[in-house]
């Protein structure tokens, strides 16, 4: 266990060296001072889990130190020694944050006691944030369904980037999931409780976007009839999602990067600048690269943007994902009672994974959530699926099916692609032929039963 860091802070040496034998000896790390002063460089330095301090000491008040104190570091517990005749003030120094007070003279019980239940306090405050700071990361992430070895490194670069405070650029073809990440970022990110603003920047018009964007005073145009606040200040503290970055007109892409690097914002007609403070995550199907080098987009204001990139793959890319997200949409759909279907023919799940996915999760959403209406079985089978899925799937030919074949991805990924597939299909058709009987399959298959469990859960077979 980490020893625990105590300060003590008295303008009496020996009272601060009484108090550092007492709580040396009960095991703990003491560090001391008599001048407050010192006491704050210390908390920055030493970070002690809690600080004693005396409330009445000549050229500092303890309460300026309580604050102070908090200020570098909120978890730290504070305990104020107090003489008799002040605990009124001990009362007030408790009510501004400090956790306790002892009153002068105290036995070493006493003093000891005090330490150990603000270092109770301390770590059940800690753990409860801990639990907080969990719940936040699901919730950001929870939506995102995925398994493949793509998707799970993307990510993980999300989550670090989420923590961060830098200005963010999600590139990914349609339909990838670039608005749902861009949301998980911001849902686990410092800024959670303050406002996410989403600004689409290709469905507002041109000659709207601006006043959209920077907000209006009364009279600035003809139709300004009332004072409004612009998107940007809405976002203020908080996220602001450019979609369709690559669609901002070039001269407002001027403005935007002017009110991003001063941090002010005017409204249109207006005079006066007011602070925002703000993270920018974009997002882009376009190719910007190729759209700064027709002067189409502003490479100053890209290199303003785009502190991080995330790279979103495209579902064709990761085919792994596709049978996963088939299963939750149609459980979804279930659960909205809007699906008798519970499962997938093979050929239908091998149709959904030779298809090429153009656009993306949105596509396999839809599909899925069609093909959830029309299901009049058990399982959803190929004559649910639109058209183009269904000539794309050739029975019988599981190995060559999909795209197992293309050059797409590491050979790594492609193998593991592969071997997935024939798992879930091997898995499938075994457990048919044993009429879903676990361990006859087992025994058949000569694996053990705890392994068939396995791959049915991971391939989600019933
Ligand atoms: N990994 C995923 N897990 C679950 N749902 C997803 C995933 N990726 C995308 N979706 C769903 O697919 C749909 C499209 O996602 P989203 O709007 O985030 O994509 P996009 O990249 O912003 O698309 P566009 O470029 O068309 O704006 C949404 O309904 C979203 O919830
Ligand atoms: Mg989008």
């Known amino acids: 266990m980490t020893q625990e860091t105590i300060l003590i802070i008295d303008d009496e040496p020996e009272m601060v060296d009484g108090c550092r034998r007492i709580l040396s000896r009960a ?3 003491c560090i001391g001072t008599t001048d407050p002063r010192e006491a704050v460089a210390l908390v920055r330095s030493e970070h002690p889990s809690v600080v004693l301090t005396d409330l009445k000491m000549p ?47 105290f036995s070493m019980d006493q003093l ?11 770590r059940l405050a800690l753990e409860n944030r801990s639990m907080r700071d969990q719940i936040q990361d699901a919730l950001g992430f929870e939506n995102i369904i995925g398994h493949s070895a793509s998707l799970m490194e993307v990510l993980k670069l999300v989550r670090r980037a989420a923590r ?50 920077f907000g209006y005073e009364k009279g600035a145009f003809t139709g300004a009839l009332k004072t ?30 002017r009110t991003l690097q001063e941090r002010r914002i005017r409204r249109l007609g207006g005079v006066c600048e007011t602070p925002v403070d703000l993270r920018v995550v974009s997002a882009t199907n376009r190719d910007l690269d190729e759209l700064i080098r027709n002067g189409r987009f502003r490479e100053d204001l890209y290199y303003r943007l785009n502190v991080i990139t995330i790279e979103i793959p495209a579902l064709r890319e990761r085919p792994g994902d596709v ?22 023919q093979p050929e239908a799940l091998r149709a959904l994974e030779a298809h090429s996915w153009p656009g993306n999760v949105r596509e396999l959403k839809n599909v899925i959530e069609r093909a959830c209406a029309l299901a009049e079985s058990e399982l959803i089978g190929l ?20 795209r197992e074949g293309t050059s797409a991805g590491s050979l790594k990924d492609a193998k593991n692609r592969w ?18 009987n676990v361990s006859e399959a087992a025994r058949a298959a000569g694996i053990d039963r705890k392994t068939v469990y396995r791959l049915i859960r991971k391939y989600r077979l019933r």
């Open 27 to 29: 095991g703990y790390r």
């Open 59 to 105: 050229d500092v008040d303890g309460m300026q130190v309580l604050h102070c104190v908090r200020e570098i570091d909120p978890d730290v517990a504070i305990i104020v020694f107090t003489a008799f005749a002040t605990i009124p003030s001990a009362v007030a120094a408790v009510k501004r944050g400090a956790f306790d007070f002892i009153a002068k003279p």
């Open 112 to 122: 000891k006691l005090a330490v150990e239940r603000a270092l109770e306090h301390r």
């Open 164 to 213: 961060s405070d830098a200005d963010i650029v999600i590139r990914g073809e349609s339909g990838t999931g670039k608005e749902l990440i861009a949301r998980a970022i911001h849902a686990s990110s410092k800024r959670c409780t303050q406002p996410f603003v989403a600004v689409d920047c290709a469905s507002i018009p041109d000659n709207l976007l601006e006043s959209e964007l």
């Open 228 to 257: 409004k606040a612009g998107l940007i200040e809405t976002a203020n503290r908080g996220t602001l999602f450019l979609d369709e970055v690559g669609e901002l007109p070039y001269s407002l892409q001027v403005k935007l990067l």
């Open 323 to 344: 049978t996963l997200l088939a299963y939750e949409f149609l459980k979804k759909q279930r659960a909205k009672g809007d699906c008798e279907a519970r499962g997938f």
């Open 383 to 402: 004559q649910d699926l639109p058209e183009q899925l269904r000539s794309a799937a050739i029975p019988g030919r599981i190995e060559t099916g999909a």
């Open 419 to 436: 071997l997935s597939r024939f798992e879930a299909v091997y898995i499938n058709n075994l457990l048919k032929d044993h009429g879903g």
